[in-house]
T-cell receptor, first 108, second 115 residues
Framework: KNEVEQSPQNLTAQEGEFITINCSYS?????LHWLQQHPGGGIVSLFM???GKKKHGRLIATINIQEKHSSLHITASHPRDSAVYIC??????????FGEGTQLTVNP | EAGVAQSPRYKIIEKRQSVAFWCNPI?????LYWYQQILGQGPKLLIQ????????DSQLPKDRFSAERLKGVDSTLKIQPAKLEDSAVYLC?????????????FGSGTRLTVV
């Protein structure tokens, strides 16, 4: 069993919809990261959080340490949000353990 | 601030050939990582450097993979000889230091296809 599990694996939405991607982890962590990967491979760091909630534009990330669960929300989704969203955790040092990613497709 | 630079962006080689990838991290970032991402999977750490020393290479297939960061700045990752299963995106990332609260910056990756 992976230490970091994401759901769903694939998600298709219509433009404007509210989107939620979930991440569960089974180990003690010092921080959780949400990353975005576009076709071509480059990865962009969206959020790093260890408690509570962070918001950046239309993106919101929350974490519940007791339940070992985090969610990434996208409000008013747009086709340019189409990408793979990856949850990753650090367990003490800075090395990350990654989930397998959620492929999001937003149709116009 | 310049990002993490990687080259080449794409490489196609035949099995049993050799290949090398290059990474230039963000200036001042002491920690450098090489990750392997096979299609449809999350990245897997191959090696972590702190300055020019290796912190973690436990998942590096040392019979065919090698990496160095001689002056604590640029790094190269080499595969010799390549196998079909090495086809993947090789990602370089850097952070200020090795700690849980430092953000990551990733390069654009090198997509390797072994035929």
């Amino acid at each position: 069993k992976n230490e970091v599990e994401q759901s769903p694996q694939n998600l298709t939405a219509q433009e404007g919809e509210f989107i939620t991607i979930n991440c569960s982890y089974s180990v003690g962590i010092s921080a959780l990261h949400w990353l975005q990967q576009h076709p071509g491979g480059g990865i962009v760091s969206l959020f790093m959080l260890s408690s509570g909630k962070k918001k950046h534009g239309r993106l919101i990330a929350t974490i519940n340490i007791q339940e070992k669960h985090s969610s990434l929300h996208i409000t008013a989704s747009h086709p340019r949000d189409s990408a793979v969203y990856i949850c990753a955790v650090s367990k003490g040092g800075s090395r990350l353990t990654f989930g397998e990613g959620t492929q999001l497709t937003v149709n116009p | 601030e310049a990002g993490v630079a990687q080259s080449p962006r794409y490489k196609i080689i035949e099995k049993r050939q050799s290949v090398a990838f290059w990474c230039n991290p963000i200036s001042g970032h002491a920690t450098l990582y090489w990750y392997q991402q096979i299609l449809g999977q999350g990245p897997k750490l191959l090696i972590q450097f702190q300055n020019n020393g290796v912190v973690d290479d436990s998942q590096l297939p040392k019979d065919r993979f090698s990496a160095e960061r001689l002056k604590g700045v640029d790094s190269t990752l080499k595969i010799q000889p390549a196998k079909l299963e090495d086809s993947a995106v090789y990602l370089c990332a850097s952070s200020v230091s090795d700690g849980p609260n430092y953000g990551y910056t990733f390069g654009s990756g090198t997509r390797l296809t072994v035929v």
